[in-house]
């Protein structure tokens, strides 16, 4: 069973995106004839997995809390279903739509068809898909992430960190995003020591198959993990990342969380000890952006992306073990430093 709750991500970052905004406009009182000039706020419907997975879909969460409460908007979040299908999610953004919500945001790429599909019959409501760029619509934004630029810096991390040369990663479903959260880590890992050995396992093949919604199936393939040697584990599994972080505290061994500051989350805070630190990309902020372009009557649409240089992907340093650690700190300066000027260009496959 999915556990539910309203939990807010600390430091949500704003200014990242902003400069990477481009505006539209476009405005109507009707909105079942296409849009509203009266929004009532932001509508934002959850990835598989949903809100209180501490990581992908809370991390939009807090950007919805965020402009609900600065721009002083009201709001509306919908549950995804078990099984459901595309169909099921063009009617979850209709619903939203329909109901005058604008933006209208799909929080992951599975929303990639709904959104086309909607976004076409509401022209002058501003859409917004997370983790995809197919939709080059005039009144869509799509919200992209240099993953694999904090997966490098995750795998120097993992590499300063281990004390076998041996580390892993569990990826929650085997498709090209999840490969960039791979590729970045094992080439920043190979750059600390070309020679350590890495475990990799994806979850299923498909997001169906419950890869980022099974902690039951992240804590078994962390368990499979620390049983052939390896003492880091980086999780990139959405909600299935739970049992990993699980699984590595049972063993005393370090995991490295993904998308939020998972040592942040009250969930996880008996975990927390054994949370070297976390892949996070700005999601927060990329919700808040897109509700405060639209807020301000000049919607933003195009190819958003958050980098390393924006300052929206990066590491986590609240555990102060990390953070204490003069020698990976060093590590990890120089690498950023690498990929900001562009003498590290990092792997996406």
């Known amino acids: 069973m999915r556990r539910v709750s309203r939990i807010a991500v600390a430091g949500v970052a704003t200014a990242s995106l902003a400069v990477a905004l481009s505006a539209c406009g476009g405005s109507s009182t009707d909105a079942s004839s296409g849009g509203s ?3 009532k706020g932001i509508g934002l419907a959850y990835d598989i997995g949903g809100k209180g997975d501490q990581s ?3 991390a939009a969460f807090a950007g919805f809390q965020k402009a609900e409460k600065d721009l002083k908007v009201g709001g509306r979040d919908i549950e995804p279903q078990d099984g ?3 169909a099921d999610k063009v009617q979850r953004l209709e619903q939203l739509a329909k109901s005058g919500y604008n933006p209208v945001i799909g929080v992951g790429f599975v929303y990639a068809p709904a959104v086309k599909e909607v976004a076409a019959k509401y022209p002058k409501i501003t859409f917004g898909i997370i983790d995809d760029e197919q939709d080059k619509a ?5 919200m992209v992430f240099h993953e694999e630029q904090a997966s490098y810096l995750a795998g120097v991390a993992a590499a300063k960190a281990t004390k076998k040369d041996h580390i892993g990663f569990v990826g929650g479903v085997d498709i090209p995003l999840i490969h960039k959260f791979e590729a970045g880590y094992v080439q920043g890992a190979q750059s600390v020591n070309p020679k350590i050995k890495i475990e990799k396992q994806y979850l299923t093949q498909t997001p169906q198959e419950g890869g980022f919604s099974s902690p039951d199936k992240g804590k078994d393939a962390a368990e499979g993990q620390i049983e052939a040697g390896a003492d880091v584990i980086y999780a990139a599994a959405g909600l299935s990342g739970q049992g990993v972080i699980q699984s590595a505290a049972s063993h005393k ?3 490295i969380g993904v998308d939020s500051d998972q040592y ?3 969930a996880l805070a008996k975990y927390k000890d054994y949370i070297l630190t976390s892949a996070t990309k700005d999601v927060a902020g990329a919700v808040y952006n897109l509700a405060k372009s639209v807020a301000d009557g000049k919607p933003a649409t195009g190819v958003v992306r958050a980098s390393l240089a924006t300052g929206g992907v990066g590491l986590a340093d609240s555990n102060p073990v990390f953070k204490n650690n ?8 120089k690498a950023e430093a690498g990929i900001k000027d562009g003498s590290i260009t990092v792997k996406t496959s």
């Not at 003069?326 to 300066?333: T, V």
Request: net charge negative.
């Open 37 to 39: 000039a009266k929004t």
């Open 56 to 58: 992908f879909n809370d």
């Open 84 to 86: 459901e299908s595309d």
């Open 138 to 142: 005039a009144n869509v934004a799509d």
């Open 253 to 255: 061994v370090w995991a």
């Open 264 to 266: 942040k989350q009250d």
């Open 326 to 333: 003069a020698d990976l700190q060093a590590a990890l300066k």
